[in-house]
C-alpha cells in the first residue's frame, strides 16, 4: 500500500510539474517582442517611404541643398543671366556697337581699324558676293567685320567667348519670335531688328536630334545701308 501511495504521489508531482511547464511557456510565447517591433513593421514602413518610386515626401534640409534645391535655382539663375546678356546685346546693336569693340558699325572705316588693330590676319580682305563686300578676321580678338567699296565698316562679326553660353531657346525666350529664321549651310541664323538702322544676327549651328538647343557661335550686327550700291541699282542686303 504505502509503494502504492508513493507511486502515486510521484504522479501526481510529474503532472504538476507539466502543467506548470505548459502555462510558463504560453505566458512567453503571449509576450511582445521589442526586436520586432522596432525592425519590422516600424523599419518597412520607412523604407517603403523613402524608396517607393515616385514618392511625394520631402527630401531632408541637406538633400534639398545638395539635389533638388540646387537644380531649381541654376535653371532660373541662367535664363536671368542670359536674358540680362541679350537686352545688353540688343540695346549696343541699335547704336551699332558690340561688347569688346570700340568701333561703330556705318559710321568707323576699316582705316581705323588697322590703325588701332593692325592688319587683319593673313594681311587681306577677303570679298564675299553673297555678302556684298569683303571681310577682315582678327580671329586672336575674335571678331571679324564686313568692309564694303568705300572702306565702310558695315558689319560686326563677335565671337566673345562669353557668348557662347546663349542658347537658341534663351534667344527666343528673351526677344520674342525672330523677324528672320533661316536654315543655311549647317547654320540657324535668327535677326530681329534693331532700331532702325540697324539688324542683329545670332548664328547657331543647325539643330539636331542629339543637339535640338545648341549654343551660340557669333552675333552680328549689321548696317544693310552700308550694303546699298546705287550705281549697279543693288538695294544690297536685308539681312
Given at each position: 500500500m504505502k509503494v502504492k501511495k508513493n507511486k502515486a504521489k510521484i504522479i501526481i508531482a510529474a503532472v504538476f510539474l507539466v502543467l506548470v511547464v505548459l502555462i510558463s511557456a504560453t505566458g512567453c510565447a503571449s509576450k511582445p517582442n521589442p526586436g520586432n517591433t522596432g525592425s519590422g513593421e516600424n523599419s518597412g514602413q520607412t523604407q517603403g517611404q523613402n524608396t517607393t518610386p515616385g514618392s511625394t515626401q520631402s527630401p531632408t534640409g541637406s538633400q534639398q541643398n545638395s539635389g533638388g534645391q540646387d537644380q531649381n535655382n541654376t535653371t532660373p539663375g541662367r535664363n536671368d543671366s542670359q536674358k540680362t546678356a541679350l537686352e545688353n546685346i540688343m540695346q549696343l546693336a541699335r547704336q551699332g556697337k558690340v561688347s569688346n569693340c570700340q568701333f561703330t558699325a556705318g559710321k568707323a572705316v576699316f582705316e581705323d581699324v588697322e590703325k588701332a588693330w593692325g592688319k587683319p590676319d593673313n594681311d587681306k580682305?577677303?570679298?564675299?558676293?553673297?555678302?556684298k563686300g569683303g571681310y577682315a578676321t582678327y580671329s586672336k580678338r575674335g571678331f571679324a567685320f564686313g568692309i564694303n567699296k568705300g572702306s565702310q565698316i558695315?558689319?560686326?562679326?563677335?565671337?566673345d567667348g562669353k557668348l557662347k553660353e546663349i542658347t537658341l531657346s534663351g534667344v527666343k525666350n528673351a526677344l520674342g519670335t525672330p523677324a528672320l529664321n533661316r536654315i543655311y549651310n549647317g547654320q540657324n541664323i535668327v535677326g530681329y531688328k534693331a532700331g532702325t538702322e540697324y539688324k542683329l544676327e545670332f548664328v547657331f549651328p543647325q539643330?539636331?536630334?542629339?543637339?535640338?538647343?545648341?549654343?551660340l557661335d557669333h552675333i552680328c550686327i549689321l548696317y544693310p545701308r552700308g550694303t546699298v550700291n546705287y550705281m549697279a541699282d543693288d538695294p544690297g542686303r536685308q539681312w
Open positions: 580682305v577677303e570679298y564675299v558676293y553673297k555678302a558695315f558689319e560686326i562679326r563677335s565671337y539643330p539636331t536630334q542629339n543637339v535640338p538647343d545648341p549654343k
